[in-house]
């Protein structure tokens, strides 16, 4: 009561605190409403199980059109993405091997360079975006989350962001990760070859990240 009376000295007097616990005794806590609330609560339940039972049908269904493809396995076994990611790349892109090299898929992502210029003056060059731009946002995306998970991009990141000439802006870093996921993919597919650490950055990256 000490601590009450404290705490109340300029504000609340005592009898008024009095009167507030004797009201609550009989106030907080009311039942009325509560079989309403529960089958709120149940329906709420139930919404959410089929809500979870549908996500589980759509990603088995993306799970197996992966696995036709013959791709799933080289893919996934690139640490930073999974069947979901996997699913929603190809449904984007389709079949990587109809393109001729990685830079055309860059192309068509939009990520080529293009000069940027506007009447006489020029301040460098910036990524075109005349491309698909849910494949762009979905390998951004990916980027994202590989730089959080896989060791490799991880470390190409921190270099491009911290690198002594031009260091890059952390969304620049982001773009430029996600072409490099390009290649890597690109590359594995077309040599049927499995995820390899050691030879992801190349002996000429590792000797700059290195120096």
Known sequence: MAEVKKAVKKSVGIKKVRLLIE???????VDYGLESAKLRLRCLLDELALYESQIAEVESSMENLVKNTGYDKIILGIKGIGIVTV???LGELGD????????QIARYAGYNLVEDSS???KSGTVISKRGRARLRCLLYQIAFRMVGQNPEMKALYQYLISRPDNPLKKKQALVVISKKIITVIYSLLKNQAAYDPELVLGTVRREMMAA
């Open 23 to 29: 009201t609550a005794k009989t106030s907080v806590g």
């Open 96 to 103: 990587p091997l109809r393109f001729q090299n990685a830079r």
């Open 119 to 121: 009447g006489k003056s």
């Open 87 to 89: 699913a929603c790349l």
